[in-house]
């Protein structure tokens, strides 16, 4: 069994699928690695790293994709919609390819990987439960993201975190407003509050409240309830738009009072509700920023402009998509974590074995046998369900 690592072609994309301290742990298990030179580079992973642990590398990337029962990558044909495509034609009949897909964006990138005859795995479709903990790359991404996005912030704003009593007088700390208290937003209050700010965050979800106050965060509570606030995933659900002006005109108060909002609200498969409109950003002082980790699927604020750094009525706002790859070195190490604990439940004997009846590997199986056999990802398209089931076994 043979897994492959070619090196990520997203334009600037520094992180690496796998680095070298999970050699070891696969090849205990039989499965062998072949690495495109330079892949881990840019992470702070030289080649010599790998070989080292018992990786073997090659400058050729068809020979990557040639030899590979199984390429693991960063982002898949789907999540890299700037040149995912040449990496189509390397693909082969009965190869399996894990990473992100982006399952809920363009129909038309999953049936491309359908039509090359792989089993692709996403990575975003990962169950959240316990057995599944410690392969939640999107957790992993998320953590990374609520964590730049404060330093990002502290180096932007025009103010100091902390509070300092110093002989010119004494400095009040920052105010930073989280809205969205998931994995990212937690990381966020908790960073945050580690440089001195006072940290609040709002959640629709009643169930934040608890997490918020326990990393010292002050939980804003708004006289609006939401309707099934969240998923059976534990994602926060859409709400309609009655729901989201109510909020926009309960949060205006406490958005003008921040000097940093940092938005995390994000609808799996759907666009991102406007929580900070024009009017509120104008409300903001001068010099204040707005971090929108929500930019990819459309953002949060009005403002935000995707991938872009604006300025609007004096409010620097970040709609950066990638803070994640901007911390490569760990970004690829913790992936690279997720990725092992994966492929030692995927790979049995020396084959992959796709047991459907393994909610792991149901969940995140979005094509095999030419088809998109993935029950959500077909409910999301209007697609009619699969009868029968499509059969398990190893391959």
């Known amino acids: 069994m043979i897994v492959g690592v070619p090196k990520e072609i997203y334009p600037e994309e520094r992180r690496v699928a796998l680095v ?5 742990n696969l090849k205990k298990a039989g499965i062998d690695v072949l690495v495109e030179s330079g892949a881990g580079l840019a992470a702070g992973y030289p080649d010599a790293g790998y070989s080292e642990k018992g990786a073997r590398l090659t400058e ?19 999540a890299n919609d700037k040149n995912g495509q040449a990496d189509l034609p390397l693909l082969k009949k009965g190869q399996a390819v894990v990473g992100f897909l982006r399952p809920l964006g363009a129909l038309q990138t999953l049936n491309d990987l359908a039509e090359r005859g792989v089993s692709a795995f996403s990575v975003e479709l990962m169950p959240r439960t316990t057995r599944a903990q410690s392969m939640d790359a999107l957790s992993s991404m998320a953590t990374i993201c609520g964590y730049k ?31 969205g208290a998931g994995v990212a937003g937690l990381q966020a209050i908790a960073t945050a509050r580690r440089l001195g700010a006072v940290a609040s965050a709002y959640d629709m979800r009643p169930a934040a409240k608890e997490q918020v106050q326990s990393l010292g965060g002050r939980f804003v509570e708004l006289p609006i309830e939401a309707k099934d606030a969240q998923d059976t995933r534990g994602y926060g659900t859409a709400q309609d738009e009655s729901f989201y002006a109510k909020q926009r005109e309960l949060l205006g108060n406490t958005v003008a009072d ?3 909002v940092i938005t995390a609200a994000v609808i799996p498969g759907k666009k991102s509700p406007v929580l900070v409109t024009k009017e509120m950003v104008q409300r903001m002082a001068p ?5 929108d980790l929500a930019a990819e699927r459309g953002g949060n604020c009005e403002l935000t402009k995707p991938d872009e750094i604006t300025v609007a ?10 803070l994640a790859g901007t911390v490569p070195y760990h970004a690829s190490q913790m992936y690279a974590r997720n990725l092992t604990s994966f492929l030692l439940h995927l790979v049995k004997e020396g084959k992959v074995n796709l047991n459907l009846q393994d909610e792991i590997i149901r969940e995140t199986l979005v094509t095999h046998n030419g088809e998109i056999v993935n029950a959500r990802v077909r409910e999301f398209f209007a697609m009619p369900a699969l009868h029968p089931a499509p059969s398990g076994g190893a391959a």
Not at 149 to 175: E, K, N, Q, S
């Open 20 to 24: 070298p301290a999970v050699i070891s």
């Open 60 to 78: 050729n990337r068809n020979e990557v994709f040639a030899s590979a029962d199984i390429i693991v990558q960063f982002l898949v044909h789907g």
């Open 149 to 179: 996005a404060v330093v990002l912030a502290a180096d932007t704003l025009p103010r100091m975190f902390p509070m300092l009593t110093t002989a010119a007088g004494t400095i009040a700390p920052a105010r930073v407003l989280i809205i």
């Open 258 to 260: 921040s000097d940093v």
């Open 287 to 291: 010099g204040s920023v707005i971090i």
């Open 313 to 322: 009525h004096g409010v620097t706002i970040i709609g950066e998509f990638n």
